[in-house]
């Protein structure tokens, strides 16, 4: 117990990680909250400036930023009706209206107040849940984290894009983009083209850079000249009345946030609006309609998507899925530090996963300390134009790129993979689940040959260890139910339903 | 109210039929590809699962193109619509100047390569003159050798003509 203790306190007594969590929350907020920055793509880029870091300081600066940039989205989502991040889309739509009315102090006060509840109690539910998650999927064998792999591309891509076909050719381009290279197993060439760089595979956080940084890049070009509309800001500390009472409704959104942030594929966005879905729903009386300032519809989708952080680090630590973009890439830190995220990560390496857990707890605690400060500053900076984000963007990605190996060749690939993602995103594709695909798609490679060798390369029996095994029955049925719910005359009968 | 159910668009944006198209011969050519490394020579090849993630590539290619020949014919559908679409003049240019920006890294080295680019790019976007974007682009390369070079100690890549 004391020795948890003392992993769950490193962050909190090691001067350097407190000042790089203070550090990364501080300027999560910001990256959060400027249009044009993402998370994912702050993460990606920091991973290759980190990786020859220690762990704890690496995943120090890069939580916090996570922490930070989900809650830092809401701030521009109230004040410029512009969402900095996807997570804050639900959170604009009574916001901005309070802002309006002359309230933007308030509802940054208490969306800042309500964000921190909730991202606490997403980490304590990691604290107690993971665990428990993490001794059950000891009994996982190679044919099931096959099949999870293969679950955790096509969640991202059928919950998060306009369509499952557009979900699931994207994750299946991203396992081939993984599968460039020497084949670890026989050392044959795949996809090489006898290019010597090829032959060492693509790096997933050049990928990670050209589709989330740069292709973003591209995106936001379309944008340049949008101006956006200021707002006065008064008292910012809120009524300790206010929190008291929509107290309920925050613990409600936190647990809903919780679990759909545990869930594979979904994150910090679905659950901001399924969060805020469910307090239209059951406030009966509110004292302003949603959609004109309602305090609920504020209070419920920002609890919900910080207490999903704490959610998405569950799948991600337990089974090696992550719950989101931003966890796939720092599932992608701990695979650079040489750590293995999975139901053995907690047993081998207790110590990390109560650092995360103090870390993320520390996180939220300086963002209730930056979110109820700072703001005078916060409204001159996210007024930078794009026409100056996007360039440094675009070296931002080059510098990434370029240290990951000191290759200049990634440099142009980072250049190219972010042209494809910025038409890709063009007709509805998603970049997601290509990078879960390029994450992922070694991970089920191996162990669908494992799985395969396991059957003596008999189909038959391959196919018989699918269901007749529990764990492996119930993936295979999550699968084929994910297939099956996407036939139209199905889909047809949901909708009806 | 919010729905989180995927959405897909009523109408065909620009060129998209044209471009499901291209995604299908794409993938056709990825499986080719993907049959090339080892053949049908067993089930534990390096060849399998490209094979398989390249068929699931050309299923779902194929279900995306039938998709789109159910919504009406958009008016600009042919490839002049997806360029139109796709490379708006902006997004050519910008992308033209950082491809140069790529190249001449290995000759003027990072830093120069870098605040060129910074000063074009922010010139010919933000249009507030030479002398501001200039000095925006100057102080943005300085802050970036602090941050990753002193800071970080990140290598930056070096020139032939400027190390």
Sequence with gaps: MIETLGYFATSWLDPSLLVLTALGTFAGIYIGAIPGLSVTMAASILISFTFKWDVNEALALIGGVYVGGVYGGARTAILLNIPGAPSAIATAIDGYPLARKGLAGEAIGLSTVMSVIGGLIGVLALAVAAPLIADFAIKFTSRDYMLLGIIGILLVGTLSGESFAKGAFAGALGVMIGMVGLDPMTAETRFTYGSINLMGGIPFVVAMIGFFGVAEALAQLEHISTAPIKQKVSRIVPAWSDVRRYLVLGLKSSGLGTLIGALPGTGGDIAALLAYDHAKRSTKNPEVPFGEGAKEGLIAPETANNAAVGGAFVPMLTLGIPGDAVTAIIIGALYIHGLKPGPLLLTDTPHLFWFIVGNLTLANLFLLVFGLTGIRIFTKVVECPRAILIPLIIILSAVGAYAIQNNPVHITWALAFGVIGYVLKRYGFQVGPIILGVILGPMIDANYRRAMIGAREDIGSFLFDLISHPISFLLTSALVFMFVTQIPFVKRRIRRA | ?163
């Design chain 2, 1 to 163: 109210m919010p729905n989180t159910e995927m959405k897909t668009p009523d109408t065909l944006r620009p060129g998209e039929r044209l471009f499901a198209l291209l995604l299908v011969l794409f993938a056709g050519y990825a499986f080719w590809e993907s049959y090339r490394i080892s053949g049908l020579d067993g089930l534990t090849t390096g060849g399998v699962l490209p094979m398989l993630a390249s068929a699931v590539m050309l299923v779902t290619g194929l279900v995306i193109l039938s998709e789109t020949l159910r919504k009406p014919r958009a008016d600009d559908s042919g490839i002049s619509g997806l360029v139109a679409y796709l490379l708006p003049l902006r997004v050519v240019l910008f992308t033209a100047l950082v491809a140069v920006y790529v190249a001449v890294i290995p000759v003027l080295g990072f830093l120069p390569a870098s605040g060129g680019l910074l000063f074009i790019a922010i010139w010919a976007l933000w249009r507030k003159g030479p002398l501001r974007s200039m000095a925006i682009s100057l102080l943005s390369v300085g802050v970036i050798y602090l941050l990753f070079r002193v800071v970080f100690q990140v290598v930056l890549p070096m020139g032939s003509l400027w190390q």
